[in-house]
């Protein structure tokens, strides 16, 4: 029995197992891919997964796309759209898919690479390889986006989740995005979980995982390491859980940055048992002055940093480019936020930072059980608030800042 049909075999059993009932399985090379790296097999996915999506629904048989092992498929930048017949639809990704490099994605869709839109009860799951291709893309200075002064240094997306209630994405491996590797957006009742994602930890823009809109959704188990944020949550989003993520090189685990969209609001997020090591920032949140909204039932438990610049910070002045910086009385509302049982080493000195609105203070704030050194023995750590409201306890270095 070869490869393939011992990872078809395996996934027969999963199903079977799993009381999900039978499959029709469409194989990209049956519908002309080529899986040789260097022909474009768009077309041939776009067919098997129109079959796929399109078939008509039987009792109890669940679509499968196959993606099948020791296969490099070229794709260049498509959209896989739904609604599908069946309420459930399944992507089996055992071989590696490439993008093309940028000068290739001329007159192309510039959004994202990989476009899910409107699929429901998607599925992708295996061992395969999402190459982004990203360094073609990577500026070789540092570099910000500045759109209102024509500068944008962020390339597309990886892959991109729009309104795909029920998604399921478990097992494979996204390397290099061009800009985000992965944008769930719209989307509620999402579950990621047994992910790598890697890109140099300088590479510009390629945040792991960003949350936009969406409500319900669980990132869990999972290897990160990239050039900005490992998780980032912004506006329209509730009822996060994050958990057993391990993230570094990286920008942190991030509420935001909100304020820039008029009225933005998330609630309800839960970050828990994470570690991160070498990160630029480890938890925080961050406000642009001007703002409206709130960020609200927001707690950090159980968190690991190992030598991370800034571990725990409140930013409400979060300006990247630090210049032409807003400073306007208005600004988003953050409330009931919660670091618990954290622990660590930093490499800087300030390694607690709650720097509040100027004239909306931060409310019910809580530490509990943080303790947080220095990387260097020699070195001290401290703690600094502006206008944050709220308790510390068994917490050190002290934080003796934080009002009543």
Same mark, same amino acid.
Request: one cysteine or more; a positive charge.
């Given at each position: ?12 059993? !999963? ?7 039978? @499959? ?12 040789n790296?260097? /022909? ?6 776009l ?7 399109? /078939?008509? %629904? ?6 499968? %796309?196959?993606?099948?092992? $020791? ?26 898919i ?6 290739? !994605?001329?007159? $192309?869709?510039?959004?994202? !690479?990989?476009?899910? @839109? ?8 295996g ?9 073609? !893309? ?20 990886g ?44 590479? *510009? ?78 938890v925080?949140?961050? @406000?642009?002055q ?5 960020a ?8 690991k ?35 618990? /049982? ?7 000195? +300030? ?7 100027? @004239? ?13 050194? *220095?990387?260097?023995? $020699? ?7 502006? +206008?944050?409201?709220g308790?510390?306890?068994?917490? $050190? ?8």
């Amino acid at each position: 029995m070869d490869y393939d049909h011992v990872i078809i075999f395996l996934l027969l059993s !999963w199903i079977a197992s799993s009381a999900i009932g039978a @499959t029709n399985i469409y194989n990209v090379l049956s519908y002309g891919a080529v899986g040789n790296g260097k /022909a474009d097999d768009s077309q041939a996915f776009l067919k098997a997964w129109n079959a796929a999506c399109q /078939a008509p %629904v039987r009792s109890g048989v669940i679509p499968v %796309v196959y993606v099948p092992a $020791k296969k490099t498929f070229l794709l260049d930048p498509l959209t896989f759209k739904g609604p599908c017949k069946s309420s459930r639809i399944y992507m089996l990704v055992s071989g590696n898919i490439v993008a093309p490099v940028k000068t290739a !994605w001329s007159g $192309k869709q510039v959004e994202g !690479w990989i476009i899910f @839109t409107s699929v429901n009860g998607l599925i992708i799951k295996g061992k395969g390889v999402f190459d982004g291709k990203g360094a073609s !893309w990577w500026p070789s200075t540092p570099c910000y986006n500045d759109p209102a002064n024509g500068v944008l240094c962020k390339g597309p997306a990886g892959m991109i989740f729009r309104r795909c209630d029920g998604l399921r994405l478990d097992g494979f491996t996204k390397i290099n995005g061009p800009g985000s590797h992965m944008v769930i957006m719209s989307t509620n009742d999402a579950v990621v979980s047994n992910l790598i994602i890697i890109a140099p930890g300088d590479s *510009p823009n390629t945040d792991a995982i960003d949350i936009s809109g969406s409500t319900r959704v669980q990132i869990r188990n999972s290897f990160i390491a990239t050039g900005d944020d490992c998780i980032a949550i912004t506006a329209g989003s509730s009822n996060i859980d994050i958990s057993g993520i391990t993230c570094g090189p990286g920008h942190g685990i991030s509420i935001g940055s909100l304020g820039g969209g008029g009225l933005d609001v998330v609630e309800n997020v839960r970050v828990r048992n994470c570690t991160l090591k070498n990160t630029l920032t480890g938890v925080r949140i961050k @406000t642009v002055q001007g703002g409206k909204g709130y960020a609200r039932k927001i707690s950090f438990q159980g968190i690991k940093f190992e030598a991370v610049d800034n571990p725990i910070q409140i930013e409400q002045f979060y300006c990247p480019l630090q210049q032409n910086c807003r400073n306007d009385t208005s600004s988003v509302a953050i409330s009931d936020v919660t670091f618990s /049982a954290i622990s660590g080493t930093s490499i800087a000195e +300030n390694v607690i930072s709650l720097k509040c609105s100027q @004239t909306n203070a931060c409310k019910n704030i809580r530490l509990d059980r943080v303790y947080i050194k *220095p990387s260097n023995p $020699k070195n001290k750590v401290s703690a600094v608030c502006f +206008n944050a409201h709220g308790i510390a306890t068994h917490t $050190k270095p002290a934080v003796k800042c934080l009002l009543p």
